[in-house]
C-alpha cells in the first residue's frame, strides 16, 4: 500500500512529537505525526500524578541547563530558542491557564494533565497536522543518496502501509514506563543504520531496601523530610517528599537520589531518613521530653501523635525498644535519646534499583555527538532528526525533563525553515 508524501513524518505523539508536530505544520509544512498508541500523551497524562509538571520556572537558563549534567551543554540553543519562559507563554495562548508551586514547578491550573494533551492536539488540528493513531511503525527502509550518504526513504507501518516523507523525526521516548508505548522501538533501527545509542537504563526510579519493616509502612507519605544516601560518607542528601512503597522508598527526592546508585555499586550502600531535619538533636530532645512529660500517665504508645505520623509509630516504637505499655513519664533519658537518634538516622540497606517498568526517565539514547544540537538533525543521515526522550539527557525531577521534550521537539519542528538565529 502506497501514499501520499510528506514533507515530514515524524514518529511518536508523546510531548516532543506533538509540539514538534504542531509547530511543523504552523510553519507550513506537511506533516504526518505516527503513534503506535490509539491516543496521543499516554505518558504525559501521568506525568506529576496526573497533574503535568510542564516545566520549570527557574529563570536563570543557566542553571536550568546545569540540572542535566554535562550533557546539558547540548541543550543551549534549544532552550534559548524555546525557553521554559517560551513554554508557559505557549500553553497560556493556547488557552491553558498555568500556575508555579514550590521549587518553581509549574503546572496546569486545572491540575489536569489530561487539558496539556487537549491543548496540543488542538494545536495540531489548528494547524492541519495529520495524525495517524493506532499506527506502530515496525522498520525503516533506507537508500543511498547522491552524495553517498543514508537517508531513510519511507516507514512500514504494522499494517504494511508506507509512509513516504522528505523527513523524518524520531521522537518516539526512551525506555522507560513501557505500557505508555515507549519501549525503544527505534534502538534497535539506530542501531541498524549507523548511529550510536548510548546503553539506556533506568533513572530517576524508586529504590529496593531489604528491610521487610517498609511494608508496613507502604503509602505513608512523608513531607518535610531529609533523606541521605551513604557508602562509609554521604554521598548525596535532600530535602523534600517522599513515599514508603512495599518494597522501599519513592517519590521526588528518592527518585533523584536514585541517579547515584548504579547498577554496578558495591553493597554495603545505605538511606538514612531524618524524620526532622529542622529540628537538630538537643531541640528534638528537648521536644520529646516535653510530649512525653504532657502525657504525663499515658502509655508511651499513645504519647507520640504530635510527633510522627500515625502509621509510623509502632515502627518506631519496636525499634526503639521501649516498652509499649510504659507510662510516657517513665521513659529514662538513655531510651529518650534513642528515640531522637531513630527520628533523626532512620536507616535503611539499599537493595536495587526499580527497572525501567517505574522509571520515570531513561538514561542513555542517541549520543549527542551525532546530533546537531541547533537543528536536532542527524550527522550520520541525511533526513533525521531528533527529538525528547530519545536523545542521551536527562534531567532531575521538577518539570526539567518536559521542557527538553518541548524545547526540542519545537527547534526539530522548525526543521525546513532553519534555525533563525544558528
Ligand atoms: C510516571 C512519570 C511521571 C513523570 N512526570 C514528569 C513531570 O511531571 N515533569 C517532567 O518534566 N517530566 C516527567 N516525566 C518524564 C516525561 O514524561 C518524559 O521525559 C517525556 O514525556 C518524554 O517525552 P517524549 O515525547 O520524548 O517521549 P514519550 O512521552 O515517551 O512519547 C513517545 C511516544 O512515541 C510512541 N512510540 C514509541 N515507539 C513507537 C513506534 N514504533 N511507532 C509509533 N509510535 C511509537 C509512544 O507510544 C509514545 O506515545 C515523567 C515520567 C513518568 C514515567
Not at 486545572?110 to 492541519?128: G, H
Request: charged content about 25%; some cysteine; overall charge positive.
Amino acid at each position: 500500500m502506497k501514499n501520499e508524501k510528506y514533507n515530514i513524518a515524524i514518529i511518536g505523539a508523546g510531548a516532543a512529537g506533538m509540539i514538534a508536530a504542531g509547530h511543523a505544520a504552523e510553519l507550513g509544512s506537511r506533516v504526518v505525526l505516527l503513534e503506535k498508541n490509539q491516543h496521543a500523551g499516554r505518558k504525559l497524562l501521568i506525568t506529576g500524578k496526573g497533574r503535568c509538571n510542564i516545566t520549570n520556572a527557574d529563570n536563570d537558563l543557566r542553571r536550568m541547563i546545569s540540572m542535566f549534567g554535562k550533557n546539558g551543554r547540548f541543550l543551549h540553543h534549544a532552550f534559548g530558542r524555546f525557553s521554559n519562559k517560551d513554554v508557559v507563554e505557549f500553553f497560556e495562548n493556547h488557552g491553558l491557564r498555568t500556575k508555579v508551586e514550590r521549587g518553581m514547578r509549574v503546572f496546569p491550573a486545572s491540575d489536569n494533565a489530561q487539558k496539556v494533551v487537549d491543548c496540543l492536539m488542538k494545536y495540531l488540528k489548528d494547524n492541519n497536522a495529520d495524525v495517524k493513531f493506532g499506527s506502530p511503525v515496525e522498520k525503516i527502509i533506507t537508500s543511498i543518496n547522491s552524495r553517498n550518504k543514508t537517508r531513510i526513504e519511507k516507514v512500514v507501518l504494522r499494517n504494511g502501509e508506507e509512509i513516504i516523507a522528505d523527513n523524518f523525526l524520531f521522537a518516539s521516548g526512551g525506555k522507560s514506563y513501557p505500557r505508555t508505548g515507549s519501549t525503544g522501538d527505534a534502538y534497535k533501527w539506530l542501531k541498524q543504520i549507523g548511529h550510536t545509542v548510548i546503553e539506556p537504563n533506568p533513572a530517576l526510579t524508586p529504590i529496593i531496601v531489604r528491610e521487610n519493616v517498609v511494608k508496613q509502612l507502604a503509602g505513608l507519605v512523608l513531607k518535610n523530610v531529609e533523606i541521605s544516601l551513604w557508602q562509609t560518607r554521604k554521598l548525596d542528601s535532600r530535602f523534600g517528599e517522599a513515599l514508603f512503597t512495599d518494597n522501599g522508598l519513592s517519590g521526588p527526592i528518592v527518585l533523584d537520589l536514585s541517579k547515584n546508585i548504579g547498577k554496578n555499586m558495591a553493597d554495603g550502600l545505605k538511606i538514612r531518613i531524618d524524620f526532622k531535619p529542622t529540628l537538630d538533636y538537643p531541640t528534638l530532645h528537648r521536644r520529646i521530653q516535653r510530649d512525653l512529660d504532657e502525657q504525663n500517665n499515658r502509655h508511651f504508645k499513645n504519647s507520640l501523635n504530635k510527633l510522627l505520623p500515625m502509621k509510623l509509630i509502632p515502627v518506631i516504637i519496636e525499634l526503639s525498644g521501649i516498652k509499649e505499655d510504659k507510662k510516657a513519664n517513665e521513659v529514662t533519658k538513655i531510651e529518650r535519646k534513642r528515640l531522637a537518634q531513630l527520628l533523626k538516622c532512620f536507616e535503611l540497606s539499599v537493595k536495587g534499583l526499580v527497572g525501567f517498568e517505574a522509571a520515570i526517565i531513561t538514561s542513555g539514547g542517541v549520543d549527542l555527538k551525532e546530533v546537531d544540537r541547533k537543528t536536532m538533525k542527524s550527522k550520520v543521515i541525511d533526513n533525521l532528526y531528533f527529538a525528547g526522550e530519545i536523545l542521551d539527557i536527562d534531567g532531575p525531577t521538577g518539570g526539567y525533563n518536559l521542557q527538553v521534550a518541548w524545547s526540542t521537539g519545537y527547534l526539530a519542528g522548525a526543521m525546513n525553515f532553519g534555525s533563525e538565529d544558528s
